[in-house]
């Protein structure tokens, strides 16, 4: 179960890496890894954000249970966080470029 759980999570930080590089115009020279550490750093703030902003309330039902048929707005969040880490990834690498 605990190996299913990574695997999980790997699959999930790539497909969201892909999605916040795909919205974010200009190239962004990452690999597999890379993207994948994306997408989890990016649903980590996209969870916080999420969070914050709607309650813990927005993926589970009255009853408490996950809402596979909502699950959506936490891919939607999931993206817009990794947008913002890639985001702040290349104001700090492109400040660091033009310094050299």
């Known amino acids: 179960m605990f190996f299913g759980n990574i695997i999980s999570w790997l699959m999930a930080g790539l ?4 999605m916040a590089r795909l919205l974010v ?3 962004q020279s990452m690999g597999i890894g890379s993207t994948m550490a994306l997408g989890i750093a990016g649903a980590v703030v996209g969870g916080f954000f999420g969070t914050a902003l709607f309650g813990p309330s927005l993926l589970f ?12 707005p ?16 290349l104001a700090v690498t492109e400040r660091g470029n033009r310094l050299t």
């Open 61 to 72: 039902d009255s009853s408490g249970t996950y809402d596979v048929e909502m699950a959506w």
């Open 25 to 27: 115009p200009g190239r």
């Open 74 to 89: 936490g891919w939607m969040m999931a993206a817009l966080g990794g947008v913002v880490v890639l985001g702040m990834l």
């Open 15 to 18: 497909i969201v890496g892909c």
